[in-house]
């Protein structure tokens, strides 16, 4: 299993404004991970707007 990402070929980076998707540079092949980057940052996205509602 990659030590980077754990076999989810994605790595998360929490910072002080949320998490930020990369793709993992051990697994990197190609653009294949594209789409599950951008369902990650939707997922991200759609529960901000979930926390920005209750404000
Ligand atoms: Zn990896």
Do not use: Y
Request: some cysteine; aromatic content about 2%.
């Amino acid at each position: 299993m990659c030590k980077l990402c754990h076999a989810k070929k994605v790595i998360v980076e929490h910072t002080g404004i949320g998490a930020v998707f990369h793709p993992c540079p051990n697994c990197r092949s190609g653009n294949d991970l594209t789409p599950v980057i951008q369902r990650l940052e939707q997922m991200l996205t759609a529960g901000k707007a979930g926390l920005n509602a209750r404000d």
